[in-house]
Each structure stands twice: as C-alpha cells, then as structure tokens.
Nanobody, 119 residues
C-alpha cells in the first residue's frame, strides 16, 4: 500500500517558479511509477509528467522544457520543478502512483495542491 501527500503549491506570478513535493509512505516506493496530474476548472484531469521506477520520464507537450519531474527513492519523494509558469498552468495538481504506469485511473492519489499563476 502507498500513501501520498503533496505540498508546495501556492500563488505565483507569471514567469515564476514553484517546486511541488509528493511524500510517499507504506509499501516499497522504488518499484512504483510516479506522476503528476492536474485539473483546472471545467477541464478533465490530464497528465503533466511521469517517471518510471527506472527513471524514464514523460511530459505533456504543454510543459516540455519548463517542468522537470524527479524522484529520490531514499526519501520516498517525487518532485515537480515548475519554471516559467503561465496562467494556463493554474490547476489543482495531484500526485499519483501505480505499480507499472500512471494513468487517470492510477491506484494511489494524493489529496491535491492548488497552483495559481496570476499577476
């Protein structure tokens, strides 16, 4: 079993940066695929970034070159570094975990953290 807790969201100006953290507890963390999803008002939840147990990464086209996902298996934590933030990045960001690959139907989810990009 895996439990996830996100932190690091907040209000930031366009062009600014935030780093989200997702701390995991429970079953062995290092074998799970991890990812970040986001959901804006009136929109479907969408994949932002994912990282496999082997360290391979995948990003939504809208965030490539601006966001970086990483993991620290010793600390059971996954990060999302968000740079050059845009108003369209405003959403609730959710951490997800699954045994093989993260999807919108992943087995484990955090509670979400709000990211607001505004002047």
């Amino acid at each position: 079993q895996v439990q996830l807790v996100e932190s690091g969201g907040g209000l930031v100006q366009p062009g600014g940066s935030l780093r989200l953290s997702c701390a995991a507890s429970g079953s062995i963390f290092s074998i799970y695929a991890m990812g970040w999803f986001r959901q804006a008002p009136g929109k479907q939840r969408e994949l932002v970034a994912a990282i496999s147990s082997g360290g391979h990464t995948n990003y939504a086209d809208s965030v490539k070159g601006r966001f970086t996902i990483s993991r620290d298996n010793a600390k059971k934590t996954v990060f999302l570094q968000m740079d050059s933030l845009k108003p369209e990045d405003t959403a609730v960001y959710y951490c997800a975990a699954d045994r093989r690959v993260v999807t919108t139907s992943s087995s484990y989810w955090g509670q979400g953290t709000q990211v607001t990009v505004s002047s």
